[in-house]
């Protein structure tokens, strides 16, 4: 009988974490530059509660589940929050207008070199102000990462990424025209609604695989993650903007095209670093894309999560804002060199069977 292979040494094993240990440190001094940029932008640095009552309403981010015991023995589910968002603007309805948040967030069913269960969210918000504005922010914090860790260039899997250049800005239409050969905005119509024959139809002539029950976003989604995402990032870092409204739950439309959305992600390496908006603040069109996405979940998963009430009471008196979300363990990986995300967790959730 063959012997078995040996399990893995645990991450607090001295001889490993020696190995762990330079790129925590300079996750440590990297946390530290980027405070002092928040702090010298007057931003304000805010704390949001890990449970919620909701832990966001996107189709495909699964949560931990938990529940509240009260005195009396009454029992109430909660969530870990898979994003402080809802939290945070709640507080801008409160009155900040400028904020950043290092918050730790947990998302099911997600583990890999790039995804851990567990992990550090840095999100932060500008009241009155556009979108653009956090495009300028992406670019001043990946040129302030790899100077605080010493080096010229971001690096992951043998590409690399030039973090002093500006970014290219690339549309996603633009995206699937250069990269995949497909008219994306002739499968939606003026008021957001898709076309999944026109999309699968172009899709299959450009020789990607289209499946009998793949719905519109499943075949967006394929083309982003086959013929889009590899090219992104290489070089200088790549903002691909302007997602279709139906790929941007969070986000208004913009002003010169209703099909698509004020968001955008940002890329270096083609690892995908930063998703923001321009914040959506209409409470009636929030619920409506919520209850869209929560049946969408229950057709896929068989499971939906409950809506915050209280986030769509507070989106009504919300003033207009621009607000991003920046996996910063994943910077952090890309600046000091690392090649496993779990490589920049000081102590990392424990492996659980497959």
Known sequence: MANATPAPSPWWMPHIHADRR????????????????????????VDTATLQISPGNEAHLHAFATEAVGLGGARTPLYLHTSPEFAC?????????????FAHVYRNRERGPLHHPEFTMLEWYRAGESYEALMRDCAALLALA????????????????DPFQEPERLSVADAFQRFAGIDLLASIDTSGTTDRGRLASSMLQAGIR?????????????????????HLGLGRATILDEYPVAEAALARPTAHDPR???????????????????????????????????????????????????FLAALRQMPEASGI?????????????ASRIDQVIWAPVPETGH
């Not at 790899?146 to 990424?161: D, P």
């Not at 992600?265 to 409506?288: H, I, S």
């Not at 979300?325 to 060199?337: E, Q």
């Open 89 to 101: 603007k709640k507080l801008l309805a409160a009155g900040e207008t400028r904020i950043s948040c």
């Open 210 to 230: 289209v499946a009998e029950d793949d719905t519109w976003p499943d075949l967006f989604s394929r083309v982003i993650v086959e013929r889009v995402e590899p």
């Open 260 to 310: 698509v959305a004020e968001r955008f992600e940002l890329y270096a390496c083609g690892v995908e670093l930063a998703n923001a908006f321009g914040e959506l603040t209409d409470a009636d069109e929030q619920r409506r894309r919520f209850q869209a996405e929560m049946h969408e979940k229950m057709r896929v998963y068989g499971e939906s999560y409950p809506v915050d009430e209280d």
């Open 22 to 45: 330079p790129f925590l440190l300079g996750r440590n001094r990297i946390q530290a530059a980027f405070r002092g940029f928040f702090s010298g932008n007057d931003f304000v640095e």
């Open 146 to 161: 790899a100077e605080t860790s010493g080096t010229r260039t971001l690096t992951y899997r043998g590409k690399e990424t």
């Open 325 to 337: 979300a920046l996996g910063f363990d994943r910077l952090v990986m890309l600046a000091t060199g």
